[in-house]
């Protein structure tokens, strides 16, 4: 599964804005600087984030942008879902019955990437722009899961 720069920069650049927008309003144009991005670029992406209600704007001296919600209750998916990026990983068009092979068949992985397209979606609605700032991304090992086994040495034959 690919994600496309849609979605990338549009998760950078709000990650950037709940960093530095918790007390004000913050200029596209800081963010472009900042994370090296296309103001251009970040204009359309905000676009789709104030229709998905993601963000809110100002006009006027000292305007900009600020998050809509506190950065704990907007999730990366949010992000990427607001500026029209598929979280899928099958080839196939849409969630009908049919597959991507000729006469609509589904191919043999079909459903091992269609899961691997759910797993990756709700990784991402399970982490907050918060979250990425503080860096807790990695997940936690579980009290109850048996230790991993260790690769067992083999003696070294004597030559």
Known sequence: MQLSTKGRYAVMAMTDL???GCDRAVSLAEIA???Q????YLEQLFARLRR??????????GGGYRLARPSQDLSVADVVL??????????CAG??????MKGGA?????DLWEETGHQIQGYLAS???ADVLAGRLRPQPQADAPPKAQPQSQPMAAA
Not at 82 to 91: C, G, I, K, N, Q
Not at 106 to 110: I, K
Request: charged letters at 20%; aromatic letters at 0%; a positive charge.
């Open 52 to 61: 998905r209600g993601l963000v809110v704007s100002s006009r006027g001296p």
């Open 18 to 20: 709940a960093l530095h």
């Open 33 to 35: 600087e900042r994370q």
């Open 37 to 40: 991005l296309s103001l251009a």
């Open 95 to 100: 969630h009908s019955a049919g597959g991507c």
């Open 106 to 110: 589904r191919c043999l992985t079909h």
């Open 127 to 129: 982490v907050s722009l």
């Open 82 to 91: 607001a500026v029209d990026e598929p979280l899928r990983a099958t080839r």
